[in-house]
């Protein structure tokens, strides 16, 4: 039988409290900005220097292409996949 993989992929995004990065900023980047259903989003988790975001398995690839070529709050960011 096939491995078992979680339905959730985490991103992490070089981009914390530091830089002034709220929960929010993240999920308007990512259902606004890019359109992605708030259901295909997790939770989001802020530290000082980075920003780690639970996002559904069948669009992780999307959403990383997505953010590193857009912008949070503004600022570019790099993202990568944990």
Known sequence: APALQPPMVTLQIL???KEKIRP???LGALTKDLGFAGAQIGKINVNEFST????DRNV???VLRGLNAGKVKGK???VRRL
């Open 24 to 26: 929010g900023d993240v």
């Open 76 to 78: 570019t960011v790099k």
């Open 15 to 17: 981009g914390g409290r």
């Open 60 to 62: 992780a690839d999307a």
């Open 52 to 55: 780690y975001v639970a996002v």
